[in-house]
Structure formats: structure tokens, C-alpha cells
């Protein structure tokens, strides 16, 4: 790489975001931090931005500003506050790549703005594409702005498809770890706690996160999400768990060909990619070893017990607004869930009434997907205070 890239980094305290901070200390010739911005985590900004000297830093929650500003200002850092500032400040003239680890419907604005001023995108919020794939997708390409894959998954189909770009995929497989419940019965699922439930096997995420790999939510949202990144139909996309979470996700081209990208379970690496590509930097991370992991095992997911992926394949099926409805639906229940105010496997009782409930769209605007979010959840929030 020539020109140091300049980066925007929007959830810079969260997981992802702590870790892009990492590989950009590691490679302070490659990048530049030109945006931090974080909801709540505001002693952390500070520590990130007198670190890193960003142009700008948006922290969400108002009632911190003056902290934030106060801490900063001296040091030539412009401080900005609310959602407002969060979706505008992607527009910044100085800012090359905007890297969205928002939470949740959260990074939909934000990303949309950020295509529209024309900055490249690498995506570690899956659900922007799960709310509004098709427009997000159309957008990119009326922008010419490229979207690069942060999912260790995604990065990994996008990883296969590297100079395969012309020949037509057959199928895609995803990989799922199976999460801390993999082969436990609906009767077990039925006692679980947020404690259990937040033990992932393979891989340390942030709590929302880690409750969607619990109950395969997080592998149906990426099945949406690939369908919009690499333009795929429904049939074109498995998932098979694989415990071991080694082989990241598979390409099968139509000559039966599968292509696998491997490696240990550390977000850095898919992170790097989506930075430096078409470039690979070199890394001091530990690397993979096959003496180590002499068994690597595939299995069929349990959709009966496991309804999650069932319900965002059918949201899938149905399309229109119906996977912005999952999406908001499930945002909710994992909320209610992590407040143990419901069971693990209410969470999918809900999404499920929610879906029926919801109004369809089958060809929604960006604003009926506003809407579609906002109407999703009140029906989830109402479906819960029944059952409290």
C-alpha cells in the first residue's frame, strides 16, 4: 500500500471496533484514524481519540458531550454528539473508508449516507443488509462505492471469489460454530440462563451478538446478508455447522470446485482484509496449525429446535420488508431476554408473531423500512408485556 487510508471507525469501544483499532496500531503506515464515534463508552473514546488523534470523534449519548468535549477539545479533536452527528459525520471529505460496527438497525442511516458521499464501506454490521439489502446494494452500485465484507464468514466467501469473480457461483456454505446449546433439546433450551447463553465456545463478541449465535439468529441474518453481498438466490445458500469454527465459510463453483478459507476464530484477520484489500499485510497473529486440530466436523443444523434460521430463511423466502420485521422483531427479544424478562426460546415465539403481525411491503421504500422497523418493534414490545 502507497497512501496511508483514512478511517472512520463507527463503534469504535465495541468489539469490532476495538479490534480495527489493533491492526491499525499495527500498521501506522497503512492507516489513519480520521472518526471515532461510540454510544455510551465515552472514558474509552476519550482514551481512543488522545491515542489516535482522529479529525472527529461522535459520542451518541448526548448527556456525555461535555465530558467528551471537554476532554478533547484542547487537543484539536472536533466532538460531536446525537444520532444526527453520527449519520453526518460520514461525510466528512477526509474520510476514505467508513467501517460500521454499529449495533443492530442502528448502521442502516449511517451507511446509507456514508454510500451517497461516495466512501468505501467495510461492513461488520450485518443488519444494514438484512433491513435493506436490495437498496443498500443498489445504492453501492449507483455510487460506485465497493462494500468489503467484515464477518469472518462473508470475509471468507469474499476471500474464495478473489480472481473468480467471473465464474458463476453454484452455491455458497456457511459456517456456524452450533454456539454454547449446539445439540441440547427444546427441553434444555426451556431453563437456560443469560449467563449460559453469553459462553460462546469459539469466539468473544458483544452481548446482542453472542445471544443471535446462541439461538442461530446471527447465522440467519448473515444467509440475508449473503444473498445481497454476492447477489445469490435463496437455494444458492447452506449452512452446515462446523464446531471448530476453522473453516470460516466454502464457495462451490459449477464444475462441483469447492474453495474453503481457514484459519483460527480472530476477527483481525477478516478485519485487515477489508481494510487493505486487494492488499494482504502482514500480521503477528497466531496462526493456524493442522497438528492442532486433528478432527474438523460438519453437521446439519437443528432448525426444529433451533427455529431462529428457519425463520430468517422464510423471511428470506418471502422478501420485501419481511427480514427488516425479523430483524427489529429480534432486537427486542434479545433485549427482553438479556433483562431476563423472557425464556431463550421465547425469542423465537415472538419473532414468529411479530412476522404474522407486521404489515408487508413486498417492494418497500427506505422510508417504509423506517417504518417497517418502528411498527415491528412496538408489536414485539406489546407481545412481551402479555407474557411478563
Not at 472536533?78 to 460500521?100: N, R, S, Y
Not at 445458500?237 to 480472530?266: M, N, T, Y
Request: a negative charge; glycine letters at 6%; aromatic letters at 8%.
Amino acid at each position: 500500500m502507497t497512501e496511508a487510508k483514512r478511517v472512520a471507525i463507527l463503534g469504535s469501544t465495541g468489539s469490532i471496533g476495538t479490534q480495527t483499532l489493533e491492526v491499525i496500531r499495527q500498521h501506522p503506515q497503512d492507516f489513519e484514524v480520521e472518526v471515532l464515534t461510540a454510544q455510551n463508552n465515552c472514558d474509552l473514546l476519550i482514551a481512543q481519540a488522545l491515542e489516535f488523534n482522529p479529525n472527529a470523534v461522535v459520542i451518541g449519548n448526548e448527556a456525555n458531550y461535555s465530558k467528551v468535549r471537554e476532554a478533547l477539545i484542547p487537543h484539536d479533536i472536533k466532538v460531536f454528539a446525537g444520532q444526527k452527528a453520527l449519520a453526518q459525520v460520514v461525510e466528512m471529505e477526509g474520510i476514505d473508508v467508513v467501517l460500521t460496527a454499529l449495533v443492530g438497525y442502528s448502521g442502516l442511516i449511517p451507511t446509507v449516507n456514508a454510500i451517497k458521499a461516495g466512501k468505501q464501506i467495510a461492513l461488520a454490521n450485518k443488519e444494514t443488509m438484512v433491513v435493506a439489502g436490495e437498496i443498500i446494494t443498489q445504492l453501492a452500485k449507483e455510487y460506485g462505492v465497493n462494500i468489503y465484507p467484515v464477518d469472518s464468514e462473508h470475509s471468507a466467501i469474499f476471500q474464495c471469489l478473489v480472481g473468480e469473480f467471473h465464474n458463476p457461483i453454484e452455491k455458497i456454505i456457511l459456517t456456524a460454530s452450533g454456539g454454547p446449546f449446539r445439540g441440547k433439546d427444546r427441553e434444555f433450551l426451556q431453563t437456560v440462563t443469560k449467563a449460559q447463553a453469553l459462553k460462546h465456545p469459539n469466539w468473544e463478541m458483544g452481548a446482542k451478538i453472542t445471544i443471535d449465535s446462541a439461538s442461530l439468529m446471527n447465522k440467519g441474518l448473515e444467509v440475508i446478508e449473503a444473498k445481497w453481498l454476492f447477489g445469490l438466490k435463496t437455494e444458492q445458500i447452506d449452512v452446515v455447522v462446523h464446531p471448530q469454527s476453522i473453516i470460516h465459510s466454502l464457495v462451490q463453483f459449477e464444475d462441483g470446485s469447492l474453495k474453503a478459507q481457514l484459519g483460527l476464530p480472530d476477527m483481525r484477520i477478516p478485519i485487515q482484509f477489508a481494510l487493505s484489500y486487494p492488499h494482504r499485510l502482514k500480521s503477528d497473529f497466531e496462526r493456524f496449525d493442522f497438528i492442532n486440530y486433528p478432527n474438523l466436523t460438519f453437521e446439519q443444523p437443528d432448525l426444529k429446535t433451533f427455529r431462529n434460521l428457519q425463520l430468517a430463511f422464510d423471511a428470506l423466502a418471502k422478501g420485501g420488508n419481511a427480514p427488516c420485521v425479523l430483524n427489529a422483531a429480534n432486537e427486542i427479544a434479545v433485549a427482553a431476554f438479556l433483562k431476563e424478562e423472557i425464556g431463550f426460546l421465547e425469542m423465537s415465539d415472538l419473532i414468529g408473531e411479530t412476522l404474522e403481525q407486521a404489515t408487508f411491503i413486498s417492494h418497500p421504500s427506505l422510508e417504509d423500512y423506517v417504518q417497517s422497523d418502528s411498527q415491528a418493534r412496538e408489536i414485539t414490545e406489546k407481545l412481551i408485556k402479555r407474557k411478563v
